[in-house]
């Protein structure tokens, strides 16, 4: 009996030291991809690659790479290969001109529901024909009907500083940020009423707060070393804390959808609303039939419905937010620039009240806003394409199967696309400035995949920014440096502390 046991034991332990071993040569394999190529870049670890290096600062540990290796080098996630370029000439012939071999996102770490029906993670034509549908909720005619929701956003907004500037005391921008763009799209997207600016900790907010904050786990991390394991994630994923506040926010929306469908004398002018005639067929008035149709009759799923729904708020909640953070603090470094756009706003609407096309034609506000983010820009990490093919470009070859990212901050920063790169100067953007690439200036992304909100979000951020502008002299709070110190938690960029600034009443 002993001898059996011995034997089976002997077995196990061989057959599992076989496929170890097995395991580690298939993956210094793939780890000697870049290699085989002539590709430069920094040495992959076993399990995560380049990975936990990149984590521990994703800005600056790419500088350094960058520094190093070149404009184009190769780092692996995992053992997944991804190919950094930071040439805007290869940037725009790869996601714009080459954008049918470079179409899809890469695979994510993790498949789970809802968010691989969204337009994040959706491939081919189906990515298209969702895209395709939801077009409509963001053109300059929908902008125009949204303008009065974001208007009364931004008047709640105003109530909630007034009461901070009565004396004058520290105001924090990101909270206050949050709950003006979680009201926004909220009730933008989905008509829903939720009381998050007057109440920091209502319960969609710490929802959203911590699904941010908890996107990376080390269980999510484990997916990156060992990506066979990728389909237990739809087995332990609906067990967390992640998957209950998704899920909660997920069968909010269900239970709108269902008020929606039975109520059809009520129609809110939503994007949510845009979505579900799509889906009917119906309201050629409302819904661009040249937009929305598709040649083999595709409807939108439920599902997908419900998921890209979320998805907008997702998209529409912290990115926004952070970049309002971002803009209100470098204003208050630059008190002559407030006084410029002070004076533009009153010459264009005397009476405090601007309608979307004056507010369109603000020049000096887009300069502002546009230097704004490319010192700032809300997504550093996410602009990524997926080879589908083997092809050439400027003589560098991309085999199928590899996977491109833009250091998106990387090109906002470079010295030789913008001169004196960390000197915040909107006339990088007046009508007198040379033209820069098409690929040098990239916070909303670039070609077909761009990202689909950059209207709502330019439209937010404007109306909020001209009535604290009208209303308020913005000023530092105490010895706040100009250039803040960063982190990137998943893709988005934040401030290490909190970005506190005071208000003077005009």
């Given at each position: 009996m002993e001898s059996a046991l011995w034997m089976i034991w002997m077995f196990a332990s061989t057959l599992l030291a076989t496929c170890g071993v097995i395991w580690v040569l298939k993956r210094r394999h793939r780890h000697g991809f870049f290699k085989r190529l002539g590709?430069?870049?920094?040495?992959?670890?076993?399990?995560?690659?380049?990975?936990?290096?990149?984590?521990?600062?994703?800005?600056?540990?790419?500088?350094?790479?960058?520094?190093?290796?070149?404009?184009?080098?190769?780092?692996?996630?995992?053992?997944v290969p991804f190919f950094i370029i930071s040439d805007v000439e290869m940037i725009k012939q790869c996601v714009v001109k080459e954008a049918q071999t470079f179409y899809d996102r890469?695979?994510?770490?993790?498949?789970?529901?809802?968010?691989?029906?969204?337009?994040?993670?959706?491939?081919?034509?189906?990515?298209?024909?969702?895209?395709?549908?939801?077009?409509?909720?963001?053109?300059?005619?929908?902008?125009k009907l949204m303008t009065r929701i974001i208007d009364a956003c931004a008047d709640e907004?105003?109530?909630?500083?007034?009461?901070?500037?009565?004396?004058?005391?520290?105001?924090?921008?990101?909270?206050?940020?949050?709950?003006?763009?979680?009201?926004?799209?909220?009730k933008c997207a989905l008509a829903w009423q939720v009381d998050c600016q007057k109440n920091p900790d209502d319960p969609i907010v710490l929802k959203l707060r911590h699904i941010f904050d908890h996107a990376e786990t080390p269980v999510t991390n484990t997916f990156v070393a060992f990506p066979f394991l990728r389909n237990l994630a739809e087995w332990v994923y609906p067990y967390t804390k992640h998957a209950e506040d998704t899920f909660a926010i997920i069968n909010n929306l269900r239970r709108?959808?269902?008020?929606?469908?039975?109520?059809?004398?009520?129609?809110?002018?939503?994007?949510?609303?845009?979505?579900?005639?799509?889906?009917?067929?119906?309201?050629?008035?409302?819904?661009?039939?040249?937009?929305?149709?598709?040649?083999?009759?595709?409807?939108?799923?439920?599902?997908?419905?419900?998921?890209?729904?979320?998805?907008?708020?997702?998209a529409g909640f912290e990115t926004t937010a952070t970049s309002l953070g971002f803009i209100l603090h470098l204003l208050s470094q630059h008190p002559d620039e407030q006084e410029t756009l002070h004076a533009e706003l009153v010459a264009a609407s005397p009476n405090e009240r601007l309608d979307y096309d004056r507010l369109m034609q603000l020049r000096r506000l887009d300069m502002v806003v546009q230097e704004c983010l490319r010192l700032y820009p809300p997504v550093v990490l996410l602009l990524s394409r997926a080879c589908r093919a083997d092809t050439t470009i400027m003589g560098q070859f991309f085999p199928k199967g590899a996977n491109i990212m833009v250091p998106v901050w990387h090109i906002h920063h470079d010295p030789e696309l913008w001169p004196d790169p960390f000197k915040f100067d909107p006339e990088r953007f007046g009508p007198d400035a040379p033209p820069h690439h098409p690929a040098a200036f990239i916070p909303f992304g670039l070609g077909p995949r761009m990202c689909l909100g950059m209207r709502f979000a330019l439209l937010e951020l404007k109306t909020v920014l001209c009535k604290i502008i009208r209303k308020y002299r913005i000023v530092p709070c105490g010895n706040e440096k100009e250039h803040l110190e960063l982190t990137v938690p998943i893709a988005i960029i934040n401030p290490k502390r909190a970005i506190k600034v005071r208000l003077h009443p005009r």
């Amino acid at each position: 009996m002993e001898s059996a046991l011995w034997m089976i034991w002997m077995f196990a332990s061989t057959l599992l030291a076989t496929c170890g071993v097995i395991w580690v040569l298939k993956r210094r394999h793939r780890h000697g991809f870049f290699k085989r190529l002539g590709i430069p870049g920094p040495e992959p670890e076993l399990l995560f690659g380049n990975w936990q290096q990149l984590r521990k600062d994703r800005i600056n540990v790419m500088e350094d790479w960058i520094q190093k290796y070149g404009k184009t080098f190769g780092y692996f996630k995992g053992a997944v290969p991804f190919f950094i370029i930071s040439d805007v000439e290869m940037i725009k012939q790869c996601v714009v001109k080459e954008a049918q071999t470079f179409y899809d996102r890469p695979e994510p770490s993790i498949s789970i529901e809802p968010y691989i029906q969204t337009l994040l993670f959706l491939k081919g034509d189906e990515w298209k024909k969702v895209r395709t549908l939801m077009n409509p909720s963001f053109t300059s005619a929908k902008m125009k009907l949204m303008t009065r929701i974001i208007d009364a956003c931004a008047d709640e907004m105003l109530d909630v500083l007034s009461d901070k500037a009565k004396d004058e005391a520290p105001v924090d921008v990101g909270k206050v940020s949050c709950g003006f763009s979680l009201d926004v799209i909220a009730k933008c997207a989905l008509a829903w009423q939720v009381d998050c600016q007057k109440n920091p900790d209502d319960p969609i907010v710490l929802k959203l707060r911590h699904i941010f904050d908890h996107a990376e786990t080390p269980v999510t991390n484990t997916f990156v070393a060992f990506p066979f394991l990728r389909n237990l994630a739809e087995w332990v994923y609906p067990y967390t804390k992640h998957a209950e506040d998704t899920f909660a926010i997920i069968n909010n929306l269900r239970r709108v959808v269902e008020l929606r469908r039975r109520d059809t004398k009520h129609r809110p002018i939503d994007m949510l609303q845009l979505l579900l005639d799509a889906q009917a067929g119906k309201d050629p008035d409302t819904v661009d039939a040249e937009e929305t149709e598709c040649d083999d009759g595709f409807v939108i799923s439920d599902d997908k419905l419900l998921a890209n729904s979320f998805i907008l708020l997702i998209a529409g909640f912290e990115t926004t937010a952070t970049s309002l953070g971002f803009i209100l603090h470098l204003l208050s470094q630059h008190p002559d620039e407030q006084e410029t756009l002070h004076a533009e706003l009153v010459a264009a609407s005397p009476n405090e009240r601007l309608d979307y096309d004056r507010l369109m034609q603000l020049r000096r506000l887009d300069m502002v806003v546009q230097e704004c983010l490319r010192l700032y820009p809300p997504v550093v990490l996410l602009l990524s394409r997926a080879c589908r093919a083997d092809t050439t470009i400027m003589g560098q070859f991309f085999p199928k199967g590899a996977n491109i990212m833009v250091p998106v901050w990387h090109i906002h920063h470079d010295p030789e696309l913008w001169p004196d790169p960390f000197k915040f100067d909107p006339e990088r953007f007046g009508p007198d400035a040379p033209p820069h690439h098409p690929a040098a200036f990239i916070p909303f992304g670039l070609g077909p995949r761009m990202c689909l909100g950059m209207r709502f979000a330019l439209l937010e951020l404007k109306t909020v920014l001209c009535k604290i502008i009208r209303k308020y002299r913005i000023v530092p709070c105490g010895n706040e440096k100009e250039h803040l110190e960063l982190t990137v938690p998943i893709a988005i960029i934040n401030p290490k502390r909190a970005i506190k600034v005071r208000l003077h009443p005009r």
